[in-house]
């Protein structure tokens, strides 16, 4: 019996080392990144992206910033809370203005919502439009 189990542990530990054993191999998940600017009033500029299947939207930012020379941003590392996402485009929140990017994603129904995570988690589905949007608290 503890052959068997020892055994069943071992083949189960190799199958993570093998290449793309851990890993969901399918088409990349289409999503529109919207940045739009509140208080200044100019127009939203909509970018388009993919995150890998089950990926976090942190992946797909850092993609689009990697293939498009339009869109940049940046995000601070909480040691409790995660990746936080700091600017866009040279847009930095501010403590004094109390400014800040709000995430917010519009679902493919045409819904809304506030996400209850952050760039570091949430995953976003096929054909979301991720709002990066820039205001006041």
């Avoid at 542990?9 to 739009?36: H, K, N, Y």
């Avoid at 100019?42 to 942190?58: D, E, K, N, Q």
């Amino acid at each position: 019996m503890m052959m068997t189990t020892m055994a069943a542990l071992l083949s189960a530990a190799l199958l993570l080392l093998l290449p793309g054993a851990r890993t969901q191999t399918s088409e990349p998940v289409p999503i529109d990144v919207l940045v739009e600017n509140s208080l200044l009033g100019t127009a939203p500029v909509t970018f388009s992206t993919h995150v890998v299947y089950r990926g976090i939207l942190l992946g797909a930012l850092k993609r689009l910033m990697d293939s498009n020379a339009n869109f940049k941003f940046t995000y601070t590392e909480d040691p409790n809370y995660g990746p936080y996402l700091e600017s866009v485009n040279g847009v930095a929140g501010n403590d004094e203005d109390h400014t800040y990017w709000e995430l917010l994603v519009k679902t493919s129904d045409g819904k809304i919502i506030r996400p209850d995570v952050g760039i570091g988690c949430y995953i976003p589905s096929a054909n979301e439009q991720i709002i990066l949007k820039f205001t006041k608290w």
